[in-house]
């Protein structure tokens, strides 16, 4: 047990760590222009009054962040995962003070830095030069603190000569370099808050901001907002999943997180059927998948079992299968191409075909899969067929790579 003297220096010191407190925040929009105007001046003429009122739901409005909370210490990175208009962007303008809540309490301690838009904050018609002044100078910076730190400003951001260009001639990616460059180089900030800043970067800019995040983190809290599942599970050690603005998963389990996120989703197959070739079923462990909107769970290294039904109309002479597999961010991981001692016959009318794949080594996540017939003599697709159904691996190691590797590990020294 802690004396009272212990316990409050060890309450002193959790709120020293804590530097982002969220409680019961919720912000409200109004989808009618005119009733949205109507309704904000009512809304100051009883601030004005001193009139407190319930913030209850009026007509065409909705909750865009409903009842959110929590903390955030120092050396924390919370994911803020959801799809498009669960309330992300809108929790970090909060955040930011961009716009007010209509109830809940934020504390903030420490300097904040937000990149949550593109280009948020710059001046189309100043040069990115002058633009790195009005910004540090707003952040309270002197002129000599900015100039120490321009050189190494430009550097990361790599914008070279269009530094003295107006920012209105920048790309979206020459926007979001810079100002990922001056939220993270120039003001070192205790609370970073980042809405899909990497979405438009090269590899080379995305390794560059990730590494300055690795070594902000451990003096800082990192709000970071993304689609890339991979990239949150890279950096976050909390997660929250929003769904129409309220918290539907919360914790530190970033691969459950990312698996309820996944399952939010109805997954709808592309589908394309060639002139000689069409798909009539496809099955994955016996489940019908051509047509369906939910992934086929699978357990990890149990067998992976594809059954296909084709009609191809014209006789082809020993066509070649391929089977291509897509993670849930569509980069391809694995494909698998029928050749060698088993071709198929010559083939006409209806053909049913099975590839059974033993202990499949995906790791945890959402998989789909692209089917292909190719003329083996001629070289020619005869069909094509992307994401035509979805699986998803269930595993209870928390892996979002694509694949776990097994290899013997010895001690030699």
Not at 231 to 238: E, H, L, Y
Not at 297 to 313: A, G, Q, S, T
Request: aromatic fraction near 8%.
């Amino acid at each position: 047990m802690l004396n009272t003297e212990e316990q409050n220096l060890h309450n002193q010191t959790d709120n020293r760590e804590v530097l982002v407190r969220v409680e019961n925040v919720s912000k409200k929009f109004c989808r009618s222009l005119k009733k949205s105007l109507w309704y904000g001046v009512q809304d100051i003429g009883s601030e004005m009054m001193g009139i407190k009122y319930k913030h209850e739901l009026r007509p065409d409005e909705f909750w865009s962040v409903k009842d959110v909370s929590f903390e955030l210490r120092r050396g924390e990175c919370l994911g803020l995962i959801g799809r498009n208009g669960a309330g992300k962007s809108t929790l970090l303008r909060i955040l930011n003070g961009l716009i007010k809540p209509d109830r809940g309490r934020i504390e903030i301690n420490g300097q904040v830095g937000g990149l949550i838009a593109l280009g948020a904050g710059f001046n189309p018609i100043l040069t990115g030069r002058e633009n790195i002044y009005v910004n540090g100078s707003i952040l309270g910076l002197s002129k000599a603190e900015i100039e120490a730190k321009f050189e190494e400003i430009i550097d990361f951001a790599e914008i070279g000569e269009f530094i003295d260009a107006p920012v209105q001639t920048y790309s979206s990616g020459m926007n979001v370099r810079l100002g990922f460059a001056i939220a993270a180089v120039l003001i070192q900030p205790d609370v970073l808050l980042l809405d899909e800043v990497l979405a438009v970067g090269d590899m080379g800019f995305i390794l560059k901001c990730f590494n300055k995040i690795d070594k902000l983190i451990p003096n800082s809290a990192v709000i970071f907002v993304s689609h890339s599942m991979p990239q949150v599970s890279r950096i976050a050690t909390d997660i929250i999943l929003l769904e129409k603005g309220k918290s539907i998963y919360q914790g530190k389990s970033i691969s459950e997180g990312i698996d309820r996120y996944y399952s939010e989703f109805d997954m709808i197959p592309s589908f394309y059927a060639g002139e000689s070739v069409k798909i009539i079923n496809l099955s994955i462990n016996e489940q019908p998948s051509l047509e369906s909107s939910k992934p086929v769970l699978v357990n990890r290294l149990e067998d992976l079992k594809i059954e296909l039904e084709l009609e191809v109309d014209k006789s082809v002479k020993n066509p070649e299968l391929s089977l291509i597999f897509y993670d849930a961010e569509q980069r391809g991981i694995a494909e698998y191409i029928h050749e060698g001692s088993k071709p198929l016959e010559n083939v006409r009318g209806v053909i049913f075909l099975q590839v059974i794949f033993p202990k499949i080594n995906f790791s945890k996540g959402l998989y789909s899969v692209s089917v292909a017939l190719v003329s083996s003599k001629q070289g020619t697709i005869l069909m094509r067929a992307q994401s035509v159904a979805y699986f998803q691996v269930k595993t209870e190691k928390n892996l979002w790579t694509a694949f776990q590797l097994y290899g013997e590990l010895t001690q030699i020294s």
